[in-house]
Structures are given as structure tokens and as C-alpha cells.
């Protein structure tokens, strides 16, 4: 599939490769020293799905979108959730309820993220990579107000978004056993990212959107139902 998949020529800005490592690795690493304190903040246990969603999305999509390759975007996401876990021990966060699961979630997550920075590429040229920090912006906030005040926004919007998906997955597998919720989001990921890869895939056709709308919207439903 990869090889099917868009390559654009070389010499994007550096300031394309600085902002996603800036939204990859320094804000969430950031976030993680700010909020880890236990006696002042939540326990950095509490944080660390949130806060490594959030990273594997800013790597993952917006490298995929410079490189308009998938495998750097999963590559730098794979690379940012290893040195996010690795930080988050230091920080205090017990050993992992089961690494199993935190590896699957980190790999699934890593790959829907890479595989819409890879659509951006495709259908944006030089572009994507703008289109793909404003995705992951928008989806961090949401997903830092999740995480800070539970209660501030609506299931529904929050069942819409994939990096609360990687979020929700991620913090289950980290801290404790499986929900169900936690296993919808899981194929949620893993049913979009086939689905982008395939308009991917099939640009400039543009048919094959309305697959992965009705995916998107079909998954967004499916972790609904389980949050409800």
C-alpha cells in the first residue's frame, strides 16, 4: 500500500520539520513537566493518554503531510510515543497495566494519524502539511479541555474525533484493563485509517470520500454508543 501512496519532492521548509517536532515532541513533553507534579496537578498517570495522543498526532500527521510519505509519519510518531513513555517514567507514572495493549494502541493511533497526513500530501501538494497543523490544533484543544474538565464538552463532539479515540484507547491500556469504549475507539482508528489510505490511494477520484465519511460517522457512532 505504501508504495501506491504519494511522494513529494524534497526540500520542504524547515519550519514545516520544526513545527512537527514542536507538536509532536516539545508541547507534549511540556505539558508532562507542567502536569506531573502529583501533589499540585493530576498524577502524570492521569495525563499521559491525553497528552501522548496528542503527540503521536502531531508527529505522525504532520511529518506524513511534509514527507508525503506514511511510513516517516508512522516512523516519527513511533519514535515521539517512545520518548513521551520514556519521559512520563521519569516523570512517575507506574509501570504500564499492560504494555501489550499500550504497544497496539501507540502502533493503530501512530498509523490513522499518518494515514490523513498522507491524504493531505496527496490532495494538497505543498500545502498539506498547513492543513494537517491545523487539524492536529484543533484536535490538541479539544482534546487538553477533555482531559482538564471532563464535563466541559459533550460526548457526542468528543466521540467525533480521533485524537480523543487515540486518547481514550491510550489512557485505558497505560492505567488499567480494557473498556469497552476503549476497544471501539481502537477499530475506529484502525476502520479510518484503511479508509483514508484508500482515497489516498485512489486521488483524484473523489468518490471514495463518501467511504470514509460513512466510515468516520459509523466508527464516531460505535464510541458513542460504548462512552453512553
Known amino acids: ?35 506531573g ?38 516512523a516519527l510518531a513511533l519514535l515521539t510515543g517512545a ?25 493503530i493511533a501512530s498509523t490513522s494519524f499518518a494515514a490523513r497526513g498522507t491524504l493531505f500530501a496527496r490532495s494538497a501538494a ?25 464535563d466541559a464538552l459533550p460526548g457526542w463532539l468528543l466521540a467525533l474525533l480521533p485524537a480523543q479515540w487515540a486518547s481514550m484507547a491510550i489512557q485505558s491500556a497505560l492505567t488499567g484493563p480494557g473498556t469497552p469504549a476503549a476497544s471501539a475507539a481502537l477499530f475506529a482508528l484502525g476502520g479510518t485509517a484503511a479508509a ?3 482515497v489516498a490511494h485512489l486521488w483524484p477520484r473523489r468518490w471514495p470520500y463518501l467511504i470514509m465519511f460513512t466510515t468516520w460517522l459509523g466508527f464516531s457512532a460505535l464510541v458513542w454508543h460504548q462512552i453512553g
Do not use: Y
Request: net charge positive; hydrophobic share 65%; proline share 9%.
Open 1 to 35: 500500500m505504501t508504495s501506491s501512496l504519494p511522494h513529494q519532492p524534497p526540500g520542504r521548509p524547515l519550519l514545516a520539520w520544526l513545527t512537527a517536532g514542536l507538536a509532536g515532541v516539545v508541547a507534549p513533553a511540556l505539558a508532562m513537566l507542567l502536569l
Open 83 to 107: 520518548v513521551l513513555v520514556w519521559l512520563a517514567f521519569a516523570l512517575g507514572m507506574p509501570r504500564l497495566a499492560n504494555p501489550l495493549a499500550t504497544g497496539l494502541a501507540v502502533i
Open 37 to 74: 507534579d502529583a501533589t499540585a496537578t493530576p498524577p502524570i498517570a492521569r495525563i499521559a493518554g491525553p497528552t501522548l495522543a496528542v503527540g503521536l498526532m502531531g508527529a505522525g500527521m504532520i511529518a506524513a503531510a511534509i514527507a508525503g510519505r506514511l511510513w516517516v509519519g508512522i
Open 196 to 198: 483514508t489510505l484508500l
Open 126 to 150: 505543498d500545502k498539506g502539511w498547513w492543513i494537517a497543523v491545523a487539524v492536529v490544533a484543533g484536535e490538541a484543544a479539544v482534546v487538553a479541555t477533555a482531559a482538564a474538565t471532563p
